[in-house]
């Protein structure tokens, strides 16, 4: 390790000497240049009222591995990712909405392509679709959205757009990517544009075996992607991808365990628990120039998959029908100097489940493998259909003048809940739980200077109960949690960005947001420690500051900074009465002043970028969390004591990475040879935990991972 660390200082402190001869294309952010669409309007930059980071191929070019999303977002302030199991199942929250999720997104809108993740109820199961190695552009709006997206909304918004075609006929690329923990990638791809029609094709094989016992896991991923320009006014891009994706899950630990953090808790191997997702989706969207001053765009896409999960109570399994469409009409008139842009929209989403669940049996001597061998009984625990339907209506508004720009948008969504259960007769069969919400945005940006570009806003989030939380009933293995309401938000922001002097961006926000029946987590006595069941735990506050900042130190060494301060607490638990009873529920309830969960007050991420010839360049990271709360201490809840002191605390980490990359060119053909090391100090750490007193709360993280790839294109 000594020897890896004086190699990397040797190449800084030659780069350094020699480095200010070298020109290079410095890829920056034009704010006057850069148009984003997260907002459901081209917008500049500059312009936008809000909090708006873009990440481009300056970041997603030196990604280790390029199957995970926090190696693709590690650079955007307030979001947060966990990765659960060294492959692509994460957690993500922004501003602490969808924190305690148990699997999946919650609260976060997003788009792969123009074509939306989410289900009717605002979750979106994974993000096992996106290829990171065929990304372009990342746009992620952060803070309520409710008032553009609805009930995918209430954190903020991912924007996800895959490279297009190129301007040669014909073009490609492979990829070979290998590393710890018998992790390997194989990428391929053809690309290219003729005539009308501009064409991508990739397909990707992954696999790992985990740094910790039964974490194996494996995926393909196809995607293709053909736009059709068809004349000036009309083009239309078709998409179709497929995913297979299979993981172990080892579970987590608790504090007796940690001695072996590589264990997997004792259930996981014997039940041979596991999840496994089979995914299609075509999409097609479109728009179409009527003229200069106004256009139409429009989206329809049909997904089916079948899902499975096995714990150590039962094994469920899901078949998913998914189709979505929508269309938005956009008006652009000028009057003098005022610009006006008017924008009417809709989107509708369905879905039906069709779920069953089979009571789990052990199979202590079962041979470890990376298969879907599983154990089940003929006990039928749950049968049942879920249909879901939701109806998005909006109006978008937005006024420039001079340096001045105002937008504001409303949003009423409609969501439809019915459940089916099989197993009962037919007149107590069906359960609905249906809700429904007006949204609200209104912000409001100038710009005083290329330094400054001001922005303030007010923005409402909406987060009804989502598919999981709903089917999750502590009550029986089937139906509804009818004890569930949703959540509503409030968020005032202001913030400012711009460039001091030609070297130096930086991006600011500050907010404030409160939250009516915010959700916690908890486990129900004889239903395992594998189950994680909801409920609302009352009000909750959020303050936060958001910071990124860019440095050309030298004309080829670049510093990244992204810096986030939060501040979560829960201030009113009114939780209803059935969550509170003892002998129904393990983990005790949140308490007013109680911490969110996961959610450390300090997180940042630096990188430095060094140039070290044309072809040649290192890169340094750190990675710093400051400690965080995990759960509370039955005793705060039901004695009444101070839950800011008797509140579990995970200590906090500080990672090192780098890495090493040569590119090349030679007769037509390009290429890229890499190497990279992550925490290759070799730091002892909790990646993340989850508020399960009772349960298997700790997840621990992985030590020195090396990784190399070798990448030709031509």
């Not at 006057?32 to 930059?45: A, Q, Y």
């Not at 199991?85 to 809108?109: D, F, K, M, P």
């Not at 297009?164 to 391929?188: E, H, L, V």
């Not at 009933?473 to 089937?478: D, M, V």
Request: glycine share 8%; charged share 20%; aromatic share 14%.
């Amino acid at each position: 390790m000594k020897k890896i660390i004086y190699l990397i200082t040797l190449l800084l402190i030659g780069g350094l000497l020699y480095g200010q001869k070298i020109e290079r294309d410095t890829i920056k952010v034009k704010l006057d240049t850069v148009v984003v669409s997260v907002s459901r309007i081209p917008i500049i930059l500059k312009s936008a009222p809000g909090a708006v980071s873009l990440v481009t191929s300056r970041t997603l070019s030196v990604m280790p591995k390029t199957i995970g999303a926090e190696e693709a977002l590690r650079l955007v302030p307030g979001v947060r990712i966990d990765n659960q199991h060294n492959g692509e199942r994460v957690h993500i929250s922004i501003r602490g909405q969808g924190i305690l999720t148990e699997r999946g997104i919650r609260g976060v809108a997003v788009l792969l392509d123009g074509i939306p993740l989410n289900d009717p109820s605002g979750f979106a199961p994974d993000l096992y679709d996106i290829d990171w190695e065929t990304v372009k552009t990342i746009e992620v709006f952060r803070g309520p959205a409710a008032g553009l997206y609805g009930s995918g909304g209430a954190a903020g918004v991912l924007n996800v757009a895959t490279k297009n075609g190129g301007y040669n006929p014909i073009a490609g690329a492979f990829k070979q990517g290998i590393g710890s923990n018998g992790f390997y990638k194989t990428f391929a791809q053809l690309n290219g544009s003729q005539n009308i029609v501009d064409y991508r094709v990739s397909f990707s094989r992954e696999g790992g075996d985990g740094y910790r016992d039964h974490q194996a896991f494996w995926s393909n991923k196809l995607y293709e992607k053909l736009i059709f320009r068809f004349s000036e006014k009309l083009s239309i891009t078709q998409i179709l991808s497929h995913t297979d994706y299979f993981h172990q899950n080892p579970e987590g630990l608790n504090l007796s365990q940690l001695d072996n953090p590589t264990q997997a808790n004792p259930d996981a191997r014997p039940f041979n628990e596991y999840q496994k997702t089979n995914r299609t989706t075509f999409g097609i969207t479109g728009v179409y120039k009527f003229s200069e001053k106004h256009n139409l765009n429009a989206y329809a896409f049909y997904r089916t998959w079948n899902y499975k999960e096995t714990s150590n109570k039962y094994a469920e399994y899901r078949d998913y029908t998914d189709p979505g469409a929508g269309a938005q009409y956009n008006l652009n008139l000028q009057s003098g100097e005022l610009k006006h842009h008017f924008s009417l929209g809709a989107d509708f989403k369905w879905q039906e489940i069709n779920m069953h669940k089979l009571q789990s049996a052990p199979n202590p001597e079962r041979v470890e493998s990376i298969d879907e061998t599983n154990i089940e009984t003929d006990s039928l625990l749950a049968n049942q259909i879920i249909s879901q339907r939701s109806a998005g209506l909006f109006a978008i508004y937005k006024l420039e003048f001079g340096k001045l720009n105002i937008v504001g948008n409303v949003r009423y969504d409609d969501i439809k809940n019915e459940l089916t259960d099989k197993m009962m007769w037919i007149d107590t069969a069906k359960t609905d739980m249906n809700f429904s919400q007006t949204s609200f945005r209104f912000g409001a940006s100038y710009n005083f200077s290329d330094a400054v570009n001001a922005f303030v806003n007010y923005s409402q989030g909406f987060m009804p109960p989502s598919t999981e939380e709903l089917s999750a009933n502590p009550a029986a293995y089937s139906g509804f949690n009818t004890h569930l309401v949703s959540a509503t938000s409030d968020c005032y922001e202001i913030g400012s960005r711009g460039y001091l002097g030609k070297s130096v961006y930086y991006d600011v926000a500050a907010f404030s947001m409160k939250t009516e029946n915010d959700f916690f987590r908890f486990k129900q006595s004889g239903r395992g420690n594998q189950e994680v069941f909801y409920g609302n735990a009352g009000n909750s506050r959020r303050y936060g500051i958001e910071t990124y900042l860019s440095i050309d130190i030298l004309s080829s060494l670049n510093l990244q900074i992204a810096y986030t301060y939060s501040d979560f607490r829960y201030t009113s638990a009114q939780i209803d009465p059935v969550y509170t009873d003892t002998n129904y529920v393990l983990t005790s309830p949140p308490k007013d002043g109680q911490y969110l969960p996961n959610s450390p007050k300090h997180q940042l991420y630096a990188e430095l970028k060094y140039e070290v010839t044309k072809n040649f360049n290192v890169t340094l990271g750190t990675e710093y969390q400051s400690e965080w709360a995990i759960y509370t201490d039955p005793k705060a809840y039901y004695e009444e004591l101070d839950p800011a002191i008797f509140q579990n605390w995970q200590k906090g980490f500080n990672l090192f990475n780098a890495r090493v990359a040569y590119n090349w060119e030679y007769n037509g053909l390009n290429g890229e040879v890499s190497l990279s090391a992550r925490n290759f100090t070799g730091e002892t750490y909790m990646a993340f935990t989850e508020p399960d007193p009772d349960g298997n709360s700790y997840q621990p993280g992985p030590k020195q991972e090396y990784f190399g790839s070798i990448r030709i294109g031509f």
